[in-house]
């Protein structure tokens, strides 16, 4: 996820609201509805943490995502198993995606517990492609370097699949497949698996009509705009509009839904943050627009796009989101792609 700085977008932030602003103590959970609870576990990006949730089950408690794998994470799992589940069990887990802040935990809390993974079948191959290296860091830096990413930030980009597998060593052998409108049943509730594309493959998030609860992943954040990028498997799709289309869904919600994100604090307002997301993208397909009235490379969009220093993290990130701008526009007609010197340069039609 990149915060990026809008210029113009029409602003429908106070339409939202932040029912509790009090975040939980890491080790700790916040009751957020009666048997739903709310964690964090720390992240060492400057996204710097996640959400995790609880909810009960019969004779435990679902756990959905689970923090990458590190000792801190797992020493803080092992507080929240001894003091915050009342002394039940976990009795399933359920992730909405493969990246390693969801899923690093899962084999370690599996093996713990004897429970079924919960996942779609898209993410879960996805995270083994990952980490066989198959579909990991070196691919990507081909995909950056025909769209000319600067060679010394290349070259600062770790090699093979060994960035994933950093953070989340081990994978299921197993899951439950997930597929989009499937019921989820958790104690005596029914989940709604939403599933929603652009920010990953095949993203599951859970909407439970009874309590009017959405567990919304990374689809739907009430601060940063969820980080939307090509990867190097499908370098000429378009993303961009798959998660637009995929946002739509959650303007169905009823309005004074509460959404449970991964990152920030839980709110309410689908309806409006939609809204600004869109606005949102519109303003940099407008820049990038204009910007290639001379012809151009992902890498010489990046200073239009983001206004901030990036750190090379960061710039992993921000290079797919220039190329899924370029890759939109390209699609709908906007931009023509030639490639120059075994660079891909865009430029207005
Ligand atoms: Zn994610």
Redesign the pocket.
Known sequence: ?IDKTTKKSPDFSSELEFPFPNLPTPGKTIELAPEIRWLRMPLPFALDHINLWLIKDNNGWAAIDTGISSDKTRDLWDKILLNELDGYPITKMVV??Y?P??LGNASWLMDKFNIPLFMTLTEYLTAHAQHSGTAGNDQSKQLFASHGLDKNLLNSMTAGGSAYKKIVPNLPNNMVRMINGDLISIGSNQWRVIVGYG??PE?ASLHCESLGIIIS??MLLPKIS??VSVWPIDPLGNPLKAFLSSINEFKKLPEKTLILP?HGIPFIGAHARVKMLYAHHNDRLEETVSACDTPITAYELLPIMFKRKLDSHQIFFAMGEAIAHLNYLWHAKELSRITRNDQQIRFKN
């Open positions: 996820m909405t995606h990246h802040d969801h920010h990953s993203h992943g990374d969820t980080n991964s």
